[in-house]
């Protein structure tokens, strides 16, 4: 019932930018915590940014900080994650996902999306 949907993924070239959003339904959008966490081929799920319900808090990991954003209009049930200055290193699968709270763990957020591939090249 439940479905958040990750589109904008794609490839770029080292420095470029990129826009993620990912839409949900089938939840009471304003009443979750959103994150983005990534998964790079032979690593493990990694915990990239997150919002709080109505988006006055922030929080990043510090491989991202001052390079990546997000956001959220609950008014669209959309959570978006701005990416700038992309590094090869930032090559991942990007998954957005839904909790009651803020977690680091991804075993602790309730909802997952599919994923959209994020390539950068160098």
């Known amino acids: 019932q439940v479905q958040l949907v990750e589109s904008g993924g794609g490839l770029v070239q080292a420095g470029n930018s990129l826009r993620l959003s990912c839409a949900a339904s089938g939840l009471t959008f304003r009443s979750y915590v959103m994150g983005w966490f990534r998964q790079a081929p032979g690593k493990e799920r990694e915990f990239v940014a997150a919002i709080s319900r109505a988006g006055v808090s922030t929080y990043y990991a510090d491989s991202v900080k001052g390079r990546f954003t997000i956001s959220r209009d609950n008014a669209k049930s959309t959570v978006y994650l701005q990416m700038n200055s992309l590094k090869p290193e930032d090559t991942a699968v990007y998954y957005c996902?839904?909790?009651?709270?803020?977690?680091?763990?991804?075993?602790?957020?309730?909802?997952w999306g599919q994923g959209t591939q994020v390539t950068v090249s160098s």
């Open positions: 996902a839904a909790g009651p709270n803020y977690y680091t763990d991804s075993e602790r957020w309730n909802y």
